[in-house]
């Protein structure tokens, strides 16, 4: 089992930058591929980015404006336990809970079922 716990949420100004944690325990913690998703008010869980179990591997969602790649970031420490996404120049959209995921390998790392264990989420709200 894999236990995760997210950090970093709140209530920002659309502009600021935020940093979100998502601190990992268990057996073989490290050895996950990791990915943020976040969920909006009446929509769908979306996903945001993956990290491979090495950090040297990234993925990012793209959306009708292209990818999310530069405006969000995600990266792992050392440990390979923790893992983050930063965000800079927030706006009223990214309004969400943010819910940190850790699974095995896989081709689809857009995909929630691809995960196996999920954090409770950090709720991030984008005040204009």
């Known amino acids: 089992q894999v236990q995760l716990v997210e950090s970093g949420g709140g209530l920002v100004q659309a502009g600021e930058s935020l940093r979100l944690s998502c601190a990992a325990s268990?057996?073989?913690?490290?050895?996950?591929?990791r990915a943020w998703f976040r969920q909006a008010p009446g929509k769908e869980r979306e996903f945001v980015a993956q990290t491979s179990r090495s950090g040297g591997t990234t993925h990012y969602f793209y959306s009708a404006e292209g990818s999310v790649e530069g405006r969000f970031t995600i990266s792992r420490d050392t440990t390979g336990n923790v893992v983050y996404l930063q965000r800079n120049g927030l706006k009223p959209e990214d309004t969400a809970v943010y819910y940190c995921a850790a699974g095995p390998y896989t081709d689809r790392p857009d995909r929630p079922e691809a995960y196996e264990f999920w954090g409770q989420g950090t709720q991030v709200t984008v005040s204009s």
């Open positions: 268990g057996r073989a913690a490290s050895m996950y591929t």
